[in-house]
């Protein structure tokens, strides 16, 4: 079954930048997603298509691709950005959709 | 407001059933896709299943096929989980999804419906 790979815990000091990759055989040819979710709260959608920001998505948060990678960035990182993030796409018929592992965000 | 509501969910001993519901309401509910989406404690989320507009085309995960079943009623905006032949693995938070117009992924969320099956 389609798997997607991303690091289990990235940190980073309050006002730096935090990347976290997602890797996937299918990303070169499905669109990637990205979720943010809080502790005891509901997944929010972040980032879509690889790289647009939904309406209301602070602008420090971005997505870029490259072959069987994907990448969320937050620039000038806050404390509010501590939580897990998904990156999520639908295998290459596009029928079976799949979340990453997900990754833990820590703001030192 | 956009908003979901999931409700029906409880303890359940294995091999028992289960029926899941979604209230939505502040958009053309027969306008979207829906999904259920599911999160076991202290593990990541997990696609569970999907439905068309007019509920032709439904579509799950391996481990819930045969056993599980997505419908809707777009006459009561709602959607559902019948879930059956549970499994302690199928305990998890339950959370109803809005699959985004020209997207492959979730607009909007509700809180959540926790299932627990124990033995």
């Known amino acids: 079954s389609y798997e997607l790979i991303q690091p289990r815990s990235v940190s980073v000091s309050p006002g730096q930048t935090a990347r976290i990759t997602c890797s996937g055989d299918a990303l070169p040819k499905q669109y990637a997603y990205w979720y943010q979710q809080r502790p005891g709260q509901a997944p929010v959608l972040v980032i879509q298509?690889?790289?647009e920001r939904p309406s209301g998505i602070p602008e420090r948060f971005s997505g870029s691709t490259s072959g069987t990678t994907v990448t969320l960035t937050i620039s000038g990182v806050q404390a509010e950005d501590e939580a897990d993030y998904y990156c999520?796409?639908?295998?290459?018929?596009?029928?079976?959709?799949?979340f990453g592992g997900g990754t833990q965000l820590t703001v030192l | 407001e956009v908003q979901v509501v999931e409700s029906g969910g409880g303890l359940v001993q294995p091999g028992g059933s289960l029926r899941l519901s979604c209230a939505a309401s502040?958009?053309?509910?027969?306008?979207?896709?829906m999904s259920w989406v599911r999160q076991a404690p202290g593990k990541g989320l997990e696609w569970v299943a999907n439905i068309k507009l007019d509920g032709s085309e439904r579509y799950y995960v391996d481990s819930v096929k045969g056993r599980f079943t997505i419908s809707r009623d777009n006459a009561k905006n709602s959607l559902y989980l019948q879930m059956n032949s549970l499994r302690a693995e199928d305990t998890a938070v339950y959370y109803c999804?809005?699959?985004?117009?020209?997207?492959?992924?979730?607009?909007?969320w509700g809180q959540g419906t926790m299932v627990t099956v124990f033995s």
């Open positions: 298509k690889d790289t």
């Open positions: 502040g958009f053309t509910f027969s306008n979207y896709w």
């Open positions: 999804a809005r699959v985004g117009r020209g997207i492959d992924a979730f607009d909007i």
């Open positions: 999520q796409s639908p295998d290459s018929s596009g029928t079976y959709w799949v």
